[in-house]
């Protein structure tokens, strides 16, 4: 890690980027569409608002290092607050 | 002459050492403990106990025990023995300088599996109503955090589906990442039973432990897999599930959703999965892998006990859904003698995961950021709580070397010497203005500390414990507190320092308070539990003396979920300056981080941590038996003795970590498991070198400082 931290930012940039991009590894064998709201959903319950702040901070910078599907995936938590849910779990499993 | 050992009285308890929470008697002469006595009553144990549990309790009257508070303004300063009020005033107030001047997100909590639930959960009552946000998190963190995410991703509950005794009627029994005869004794001897019965064991292990092979113990088959290869290997079984079709379609489609299974069918059931490309990739024979997938799915009745060697992983949650889909897959869930069960490490450890001491949860595994959850929250606490998940702590000590995160309140926890690459973590609490340790003894953490509060062990208060088979007993005072408080009564007097007024005369009180707001605790009271001795979660009026097998007829969700689980290999790889790889586990005598057992006679049993070493890695390195070597890894290095040992193969080594000085994660690395941060302890790069400096150190340091975990 490069222990630059910019001002503001809750951990160091390089952390935040491979986190994600764990996470986006994870999703990554499900199909577009489920595979980028499971990548939101764990980011969206699971990380500190300032972590995904970070991330998206870092995207609006060219989102150096993170994988596309990630990206796609973060920019869906810019959803108006009233259509925020409070369940946000894995996938929903297909339609039987 | 009278025998002066003689009790005069005695106490039914629950120990605190690991997840299995045998039941004791603890009997006394006068206010000294004598003896402790497994209690025949006791369900978890039955009467029988371990090394730990019988002996190592002198540790409660240690001359180092921390008796009064001690505050400071700088680490560099000595300690200052101050009274109890001034101690949480100061502590208090330091939080509240810290909020208005850095944001109320700046500081949090952590809580102990050494604590009761009525202490965990007034921990999380306290950051959630205290500090009023959500940055509270507990040592589930750092061991078995997967399991409550890859439990309740699969099957819908991040508990173990069994009850202990439920093992006496399995056929097969697969462990995996875990080795009981050391770390879950009392449960390893019900299991032992079980396999003298005739039946089948299959080891997944890098080892060659005692569960391999031992008195009454020989596995069918051992799956010696390279650390950090769990989710191909536990794929590559899948996939012969797949291929061979033995699968129990019938239970897939009344219990699961077939179009996910085709789903998982199609990742596991590929070419990538085949034991034979897996095989050569993770070190075990593809004959090997099909053997174990065959004997598993045929049952039939199969269960499946895992520890630490699945969940300390970089694919820590992932190889904890393998398990629920495998289970899933062969139909091994909702009856007696099979199931997928946790051995969880710690006393109270499920208490502490089930009962929302998380960034992310309330109690039952309940999201923070749903509504009506938090509304039933805020209407018993009468206040508005954060919507918002919270730090975990290795993101605590992340933000606090950014230099966002300035505060802690920690109690029971020592994670300079448990969390990973030490030099971070050390790091992180040099930048903070505020450490409050509630704690038995001094430990390594209490170096970076500002504000000292004396802990109470399990022997000195009264409360509850839950199990690894979720059974929650009571822990019963046998003496006075050392210091004067209960944990619960100081946290009680840190809220109410800190303006949020609450009251309990007793802890029995809380556990009212948890029942009301906690579904799976609905029917739980202290009177219950003395009715009945203990009691299982889920205990509601559908279950009004608890729960021994989940799944039975519905998962918690309705169905069950099969997740994909693609392996993705650990960033940590050999490389020729780092060309073995270290793993780490637990002995018999002694328990985690040692805090506690270092300060009793065991350690006669167990005097210092060695690396052990095959014949051929040690001869290559002109390293015979007893030396001692310097073991390195990108972050750090440690000085230990070797022992050449069959248990390991070549390009393994392993070590335990019970040792203070023995720094183990000074070593460690900062990779995680990608959905909680569960460290990866189970994958290390290193290289042993024969040691040019032997350390000065005894090898029989009962007197190290140490630490809970």
């Known amino acids: ?96 | 002459m009278p025998n002066p050992q003689k009790p005069e009285h005695s106490v039914i308890t629950t120990c605190a050492y690991c997840g299995v929470g045998c039941g004791f008697k603890a009997e006394t002469v006068g206010d000294r403990i004598v003896r402790m006595t497994p209690w025949k009553e006791g369900k978890a144990n039955h009467g029988h106990s371990c090394i730990k549990g019988r002996f190592a309790f002198d540790y409660y009257n240690h001359p180092d025990r921390v008796r009064h508070p001690a505050i400071r303004q700088s680490i560099d300063e000595p300690w200052q023995e101050v009274s109890w009020d001034v101690a949480i005033a100061h502590a208090a107030a330091e939080l509240q300088r810290i909020q208005r001047v850095h944001g109320r997100a700046s500081v949090g909590g952590v809580s102990s599996s050494r604590c009761t639930n009525e202490e965990i959960w007034l921990m999380q009552k306290f950051v959630r109503a205290g500090l009023g946000n959500n940055n509270i998190d507990n040592c589930a963190r750092i061991c078995h955090s997967p399991t409550q995410f890859g439990l309740t991703s699969t099957l819908g509950a991040g508990a173990a589906s069994q009850h202990f005794d439920s093992v006496l009627q399995a056929d097969v029994i697969l462990i995996v990442g875990a080795n009981p005869t050391e770390g879950h004794p009392v449960f390893a001897s019900l299991m032992k039973r079980r396999l003298r019965q005739g039946a089948q064991l299959i080891v997944v292990d890098p080892r060659r432990t005692e569960s391999v092979e031992s008195a009454h113990v020989k596995a069918a088959v051992h799956l010696p897999l390279r650390p950090g290869t769990n989710v191909a290997l536990l794929d590559a079984l899948a996939h012969v599930v797949v291929r061979e079709q033995l699968y129990d379609e019938a239970f897939i489609r009344a219990r699961c959703y077939w179009p996910e299974f085709e789903q998982w069918m199609a990742l596991v059931g590929s070419d990538r999965y085949d034991p034979d490309v897996i095989g050569p990739e993770v070190g075990v024979e593809p004959d090997a892998i099909r053997a174990a997938a065959r004997l598993y799915a045929r049952g039939p009745n199969s269960a499946i006990y895992y520890g630490l060697g699945v969940t300390e992983h970089s694919q820590g949650s992932t190889g904890v859904m393998c398990l629920g889909n495998l289970a899933l897959a062969c139909g091994m869930l909702g009856r007696e003698g099979v199931g997928v069960n946790p051995l969880r490490g710690q006393g109270n450890v499920q208490g502490g995961s089930c009962l929302g001491s998380w960034p992310h949860v309330f109690s039952g595994y309940r999201f923070v950021t749903d509504p009506d959850t938090r509304n039933t929250f805020e209407a018993e606490w009468g206040l508005r709580l954060d919507d918002e998940p919270g730090l975990r702590l290795p993101n605590m000590f992340d933000a606090a070397v950014a230099g966002t995160f300035k505060g802690m309140y920690i109690m029971g926890e020592d994670p300079v010497q448990s969390d990973p690459n030490q030099q971070h973590t050390i790091a992180a609490f040099r930048q903070m203005e505020c450490v409050i340790v509630q704690d038995i003894f001094h430990t390594e953490t209490t170096k970076y500390a500002h504000v000292l509060l004396p802990g109470s062990s399990s022997l000195e208060k009264e409360g509850t414990f839950t199990n690894a088979e979720r059974r929650v007993s009571r822990v019963r005072k046998v003496i006075e507190p050392l210091a004067g408080l209960a944990d619960w009564e100081v946290t009680v007097k840190m809220m109410n320092a800190m303006g949020y007024a609450v009251h309990y005369d007793h802890p029995s009180q809380i556990l009212d308070e948890i029942a009301r707001l906690s579904p799976a605790y609905r029917g739980m009271s202290y009177d219950l539990i003395d009715r009945v001795g203990s009691v299982q979660w889920p205990c509601d009026a559908h279950a009004p003396e608890g729960t021994e097998v989940l799944h039975v007829t519905t998962f918690p969700r309705g169905r069950a979920n099969f997740m994909l689980t693609q392996f993705v290999p650990t960033a940590e790889r050999t490389t020729d300056r780092f060309p073995l790889l270290l793993t780490t586990g637990r002995i018999l005598s002694q328990y985690n981080v040692g805090t506690q057992t270092r300060r009793t006679a065991n350690v006669q049993w167990h005097g210092e941590d060695v690396l052990e070493i095959c014949t051929d890695d040690a001869e290559l390195r002109g390293v015979k038996d007893g030396d001692w070597i310097t073991l390195s890894s990108r972050v750090g290095a440690i000085t230990l003795r070797a022992r050449i040992s069959p248990r390991v193969h070549a390009g393994l080594v392993y070590t335990t970590f019970h040792w203070a000085e023995s720094k183990a994660n000074a070593i460690t690395t900062e990779l995680s498991d990608w959905a909680t941060n569960c460290p990866e302890y189970k994958v290390t790069a290193v290289e042993v070198v024969r040691a040019a400096v032997v350390p000065a150190r005894s090898a029989t340091a009962a007197q190290t400082v140490g630490a809970p975990s």
């Open chain 1, 1 to 96: 890690m490069s222990g630059i931290v910019a001002s503001g930012m809750v951990m160091d940039p390089e952390r935040l980027v491979l986190m994600a991009n764990q996470i986006g590894d994870f999703f990554a064998p499900y199909p577009p569409g489920p595979r980028e709201e499971g990548i939101r959903n764990h980011l969206r319950t699971y990380w500190d608002p300032r972590m995904r702040a970070g991330l998206r901070a870092l995207i609006a910078e060219g989102g150096v290092g993170l994988y596309p599907h990630v990206i796609a995936a973060a920019v869906l938590l810019d959803e108006p607050l009233r259509e925020r849910k409070g369940y946000y779990g894995p996938p929903k499993p297909p339609e039987i």
